[in-house]
């Protein structure tokens, strides 16, 4: 079974900073993306950042601000998040597209979540 298990989250004030972290665990062969995605209350979830073999993706908003990184070798996809603001605020969700042992095929995969709020 895989998982994805976050970390990093927390009350920080406007203009402050936070690292979030999502392990992947389990049985699999390979990861090719991994993803941050958030959800505010009452808004659907949006995309974040991602990050692959090609290089990375950033919602417009985050740019220059968010910075995605991930260590392969610990299957692990980290998310630097600098000069927050409240509208910040959110759920924020760690995803993985994987390829599970002895399969052909990938599955999404998602973590539990971690609030992120920013206070004003």
């Known amino acids: 079974q895989v998982q994805l298990v976050e970390s990093g989250g927390g009350l920080v004030q406007s203009g402050g900073s936070l690292r979030l972290s999502c392990a992947a665990s389990g049985t699999f062969s390979s990861i090719s993306v991994m993803g941050w995605y958030r959800q505010a209350p009452e808004k659907q979830r949006e995309l974040v950042a991602t990050i692959n073999s090609a290089g990375t993706n950033y919602q417009d908003l985050v740019k220059g601000r968010f910075t995605i990184s991930r260590d392969n070798a610990k299957n692990t996809v980290f998310l630097e998040m600098n000069s927050l603001k409240p509208e910040n605020t959110a759920v924020y969700y760690c995803?993985?597209?994987?390829?599970?042992?002895?399969?052909?095929?990938?599955?999404?995969?998602w973590g539990q979540g971690t609030q992120v709020t920013v206070s004003s």
């Open positions: 995803q993985a597209i994987i390829r599970r042992a002895g399969a052909s095929a990938q599955f999404q995969y």
